[in-house]
């Protein structure tokens, strides 16, 4: 379902904001004054207890203040001062004191006989030598000189999330993860912005290095390791042509050498309905909306049209007579609740994992059953996954990482747009328990008709995954690797319909086919010397797609008992068939250099040739270049305050790849290629050219930079990065329209420019770290500027300016999403003077250049634009024992005229008619003299500018959108079970 915000004013988002950080800090400081006391009462019941004091420091010996000295297995401890000195008093000579610190790896020490004990921690580095996926390999994270950030889907793990997509909703800064209507539906991604108007706007999805065309809904979420995006043109150069959009590396579980087998089972079950409790008019509201729709009549003119007219009746109305009927029998049908149900998903994922000295292996098996919101709305989802690793020798590995996913999509749900219309006054059936096929007596269909389908709708996926990875003997980090990658997919879509084909009957079959192939030769040289670290990469490969396409339909059946499993029966039969395939050639070259963990620097080239592409521009080249320095490793920033700074700044080119076939003459049979040859002859099936080519078709490039800072504060208590980028889209691809006298429509070509500007921010600190009790929070931030730079570059108006393309909603130094449209004030009164053809309650249209006339061309401004403004934030974890609570809050604000959208609940009522037979929603509240001051205008009264006018608001919000408690069992529990761990929690989810 729709997400309702509930909060739209820009200043009132900013005070919840800020309200719930304060709440954060107030309820954080109760619960360390509650752990402060307790320590407390320890020390005092212990006073007569032995005492132990010391100093705690660093490697280099400098004092660490705040370090926690805790009596472990109690609350018993104290905090380092200033200088680093602590004392406590402790139960008795066999306890042991755990020193822990934010940033450094935890001691413990038994106490014994000792009174003075000294304690040096070290530094955890691990944060700085995380590994992470940077695709054709990996990279320390201190080595990063692009835009690379690696997803936190560890805390939303417990989150009812059906798609791995969703537990990037607002966590990622750069990142805009749309939401979904269905429970197929696949979340719009956008990765900085959109940058092309033609061209292809999907992510590129890598699955354990390979291209996977899928959708992220066929992967299961518990099986996924990590999620890295690549952002910027430098860290997205090495896949070339298809990178434009952002690349999305998703990483799977694998299992580990030497360990022995583990089983794991993770299962849930969630249920959810909308955050608004939606209402359908019903009988007496219904019939209020028909006066107020009659109102010229059903109300007097004396009155103002405020009182009622008794003279007027319900059958002086406009409905239908199925209504009348149903009026005066009383009917009261809520429709709503019977085509809609409380959501369910049940999930459940098996697991085992393990290894011996040569071989390691994960294998998987997930269940998710997703009932939505809409009867009929069904989703069904099995998988299996198998990761196999394999060392042959000391020199040669191979592995694979296979899965097979099964898809049932099977089921029609109503429409909801069908549901919200029909009327409460009549009935799904008639008296002999038949549905009524056009119960309004309209156009309009029984929306209780999809659910009687015969439909099927399912689809396998097969993925294996193929390598070997050689150590090249004798010649110390050269390696080589090749993988070969495997993608099927059948897919099946079958119905029948005893209303469909103008109620004599219908059914159809459509098979499916698409088969992926991918080959990557992959050579890596490693080397340290002294100071010097070098690491070079070097790729040639290719990948194929092709797909086809079988479907056969009937219309015309004496009976459907066999339903869609016998087409022949029909009376009309028809075939279609379709096909298509393309090719990508490409290599890469990446080169990675580090001095003394100071200096570091990265350059990629890789060229890429795609069948799509015309024969002058096959292939392109895209380079990039990055460059990194760590301030903090400078012997003139030893300052310990600052555990880490690095500055970064990038270069590189990113290409899109044309819509299939764009650059050629397409030549189509049937249809209008039909012809006759010779009097009295048959038609023939004939031939044409539908489509222009193009030979002059270039790549759409996009170069860009990006300008980063990495920074850990306070042994690292606090760490983050902040990002400014600002890449432009050259040669946009774009169909041109043609003159008719051409014979074309259009032609694909390059044009304009494109510019997204941007900045970032990231943020992570543990304001509290006790031995019980901690507290974790992230805040990201994200803004974007969208803006077109140029177009067809003419003049045709003569003021020295560059046409914008207004008939495509194009202007010059606005955002893609810019609304161009009527600015209205208001709606207009019955005792009004108006303007001709606007009548009492449309939208009062303001008249921009004041002639007296409302006309397109004059009074049509720019009202602001549909993109955001910026996007926040806020992740709070707090784990007190085994306790631990998440919550994540998610906002996206308009700005001053940022994040509008129509909202217009009264379209398709073009006649009193349509509106008066059509049911809403108890919110709509629409204008009547009644009601003068209503948000929308009467739904069907007519204005000049009626199907333009329209009331743009902003969809600002905050909203609590991920939440979860969770208990882990302690380790001796879960042993006496038969468990190595065990964990109970509760989440939810708003959206």
Known sequence: MECYEFLRDHSKCTQALILIMLLNMVAVGFAQAELTTAGQSALEKNAQNQSVSGKVTDTDGAALPGVNVIEKGTANGTITDMDGNYSVRISSENVILVYSYVGYISKEILVGTQTVIDVSLEADITSLSEVIVVGYGTMKKSDLTGSTVSADIESFRESPNVNIMQSLQGSVPGVTIGQTNTTTGEPSIEVRGVSTLNGNNDVLIIVDGFIFSGRFGDINPADVKSVEILKDASSKAIYGAQAANGVILVTTKSGNYKRKPTFTYSGSVATSSPTVNANLLRRDQFLQKVRDLEWIDSYTVESGYTEENPAWDIYSSDMTPPLVRGFEDGSDFDWYDQLTRPALITSHTFGATGGSDEIKYYLSAGYTDNKGFIKGDDYTRWTIRLSLDAKLSNWLTIGTNSSYTFTDFSGDAPNINQIVRTSPLVEPYDQDGNLIINPVGDVNTNPLLPITNDDLEKRNRFVGNFYALANIPGVDGLTYRINFGNNLVFSRSFGSSIYGGGQTGSAFKNNAYQFEQTLDNIVNYTKEFGPHSVNATFVYGWNTAEYERTSSTGEGYSDLDLSYNNLALAENQRIQSSAWDESLLYQMARVAYNYENRYIFTATVRRDGYSAFSANNKSAIFPSIGLGWAISEEPFMAMPQISYLKLRASYGENGNRALRYSSLAVVEAGGGSNYVFGDGSATSVGRSVS?????????????????????????????????????????????????????????????????????????????????????????????????????????????????????????????????????????????????????????????????????????????????????????????????????????????????????????????????????????????????????????????????????????????????????????????????????????????
Request: charged share 25%; aromatic share 14%; glycine share 10%.
């Open 691 to 991: 489509s222009l080519e193009n030979k002059d078709l270039k790549w759409e490039k996009t170069l860009g930079y990006n300008f980063g800072l990495d920074f850990s504060l306070f042994n690292d208590r606090i760490s983050g990065n902040v990002e400014y980028y600002d890449s432009r889209t050259r040669d946009l691809l774009w169909t041109q329209a043609l003159p008719e006298l051409s014979g074309f429509r259009n032609i694909t070509t390059n044009l304009g420019e494109l510019q997204n500007r941007g900045f970032e921010m990231f943020i992570k600190g543990t304001p509290v770290a006790n031995t019980n009790f901690t507290w974790d929070i992230s805040v990201s931030y994200y803004k974007n500027n969208n803006k077109v730079v140029s177009l067809l570059g003419e003049d045709l108006d003569g003021d020295g300016k560059e046409d914008d393309l207004i008939g495509s909603n194009l202007f010059i130094g606005e955002s893609i999403g810019t609304i161009y449209s009527y600015q209205t004030d208001g709606l207009w009164q019955v005792n009004e003077e108006r303007p001709d053809g606007f009548e009492p309650g449309s939208y009062r249209v303001i008249d921009q250049n004041n002639d007296g006339q409302i006309s397109p061309e004059n009074d049509r401004i720019i009202l602001g634009r549909r993109e955001p403004a910026f996007q926040l934030g806020i992740q709070n974890t707090l784990t007190y024992k085994q306790f631990s609570f998440r919550f994540f809050i998610n906002s996206i604000q308009g700005g001053k005229d940022g994040y509008l959208r129509e909202n217009h609940a009264d379209g398709g009522y073009n006649t009193k008619g349509n509106a008066t037979n059509a049911n809403w929603f108890d919110f709509y509240n629409y204008w009547s003299p009644v009601r003068p001051d209503a948000e929308y205008s009467n739904p069907w009264v007519g204005s000049p500018v009626s199907g333009s006018a329209r009331r743009f608001v902003q969809r600002n919000f905050v909203r609590l959108q991920d939440i979860s408690l969770s208990y882990s069992f302690k380790d001796d529990l879960a042993q006496r079970l038969g468990l190595g761990s065990l964990k109970l929690f509760v989440s939810g989810k708003t959206c």
